[in-house]
Each structure stands twice: as C-alpha cells, then as structure tokens.
C-alpha cells in the first residue's frame, strides 16, 4: 500500500516536472521568438536610419551645390553687371567734376558723392568676393586661399600665414570649394572665438591624399562639449569626400583643425 503510494507521488512529480519543463520551453520559445522579432525590427529601423541619412546626406550635397552655383552665379552677376555700371558711372562723376564750373559748393558735393560711389563699389566687389571669389574658378584654390588670408588679416589685424604650392591647385570643383570653404570657417570661427594672434593656415598634396592643417594661438575650446554648427557643417562637406576631420584644442593653448582628404582620381577631374 504504502509502496503504492509512493510510486504514484513519483509519477505526479514526474508528471509535474515535464509539465513545467514543457512550460519553461513554450516559454522560452515564446521570449525567443518576441527576441529575434524585435531585433528584425530594430534591425529593420536601422536600415531605414541609414538609407534616411543617406538620403539626407546627398540632399545635403545637392543643396550645397545648388547654394555654390547660385553664389557663382550671384558674384560674377555683382561684379561684371552692377559693378561695372557702378565703375562707370565713377568715371562719369570724375568728368563732371573735372569740367564742372559751378561754385565751391557744388564742387564739395560732388566730389562727396564721387567719394560715396567709391565706398559703395569697394562694398560691392567685398560682398561679391565674399560670395564667391572669381579667382577660385579663374585661377585656381592657392591664390584664393591667399587672398582669403590676406583679406582676415587687413580686416582683423591677425598674422595670416598661408602656406601652400602653387602646383597643388590640379583639383576638381568640389575639392576645391571644399577646402575653401572649411578654411573660410575655421578663419571666421578663429577670429570670432579664438582671442588669437596668428594664425596658419597649411594645405600639402600627398600620395595619400591632401591635408589641410588651420591652427590658431588662441585660448582654445573643449571639441566635446562645445561643437557648434560651424564645425558640423565642416564636418559634413569633408565626410561626404571620404575624408576626415579632427580637432585638436586645449584651453590656453589654441586649436589645431586637421584635414584629410583621399587622392583624386582623375577621372573625376573637371
């Protein structure tokens, strides 16, 4: 009797046992499956991440070309149209008032105005300049660079010092709006943050590609905590190239912003 009842304890212990280890298995089935189900949609969403910033990295690009061919278009219209009216009318003026008989008064006045139209084609070729200057696409990124460098130092009183080789300048359109357009940014943050002396702006073709150095003897920043839309923007034009962007600040002891960029294939020359 009691061996009876023993042998029936075992079975409902056995019985008990391979129902909770068919639980345990539905269960984990259950977890596993809920498991790769949520790691096909997360992996799903990451693929749509990727394309999404895909797609907005080549809208990106287009933008930026659309927005450099219409300053293109913008500058050479400034210059060639507007301001040669403008120095025309300057030549104009000079006759007038080298012929003009009329008293002292009307002879200040328009040599006041002479001196206003002066002012306002300076203003006009600066904006155009600052645009787009005409010599990156007529002669070439190095003179534009030094002209750029030139220009931050006569408006800030900075040391601008812009080292480069004139046989550098073989680079197709988007290498070289590229680059002067990171230059433009770092000089314009340098002169806006920086509380800087001088600066150097350096620029070297390599067989492994092109570097780009920008340094300042400023106070510095912290790149991880303060990255502002001027660096991001940098950023995004040099990766959309393959190329790399690093910044290397401490405070007190300036910044150095270092580019590299692949070598170009010259087939994509243009």
Avoid at 91 to 113: D, M, Q, Y
Avoid at 152 to 167: C, D, K, M, P, Q
Wanted: aromatic share 2%.
């Amino acid at each position: 009797m009691v061996k009876n009842e023993q042998q029936r304890l075992r079975l409902r212990l056995i019985a008990s046992s391979l129902v909770e280890l068919l639980i345990a298995v539905i269960l984990t089935l259950a977890v596993t499956s809920r498991i790769r189900g949520l790691e096909d949609a997360v992996e799903g969403q990451y693929v749509k991440m990727v394309q999404a910033r895909s797609e907005l990295r080549d809208l990106t690009a287009r933008l930026e070309n659309a927005r450099e061919d219409e300053r293109k278009s913008l500058s050479r219209e400034l210059h060639d149209e507007v301001g040669q009216s403008m120095a025309a009318m300057l030549v104009e003026l000079g006759r007038v008032e080298s012929t003009l008989s009329g008293g002292e008064e009307a002879r200040t006045r328009l040599s006041s105005l002479r001196v206003q139209a002066e002012q306002s084609v300076r203003s006009l070729r600066d904006i155009a300049l600052l645009l787009r200057p005409s010599m990156l696409d007529d002669l070439g990124l190095v003179p534009a660079l030094k002209w750029q460098g030139r220009e931050t130092a006569r408006r800030t009183g900075l040391h601008v010092r812009v080292e480069a080789e004139e046989s550098n300048d073989m680079l197709p359109d988007t290498y070289k709006t590229c680059i002067y357009r990171v230059v433009q940014e770092a000089l314009h943050n340098a002169v806006k943050h920086s509380k800087a002396k001088s600066i150097r702006v350096s620029f070297q073709q390599t067989p492994s590609g092109m570097e780009l150095e920008v340094e300042d003897d400023g106070i510095g920043f912290d790149p991880g905590t303060e990255k502002g839309l001027g660096l991001l923007g940098m950023e995004e034009r040099i990766v959309r190239l393959g190329g790399e962007l690093k910044v290397i600040a401490k405070a007190e002891r300036g910044t150095l912003l270092s580019v590299h960029l692949p070598p170009v294939k010259r087939k994509g020359f243009q």
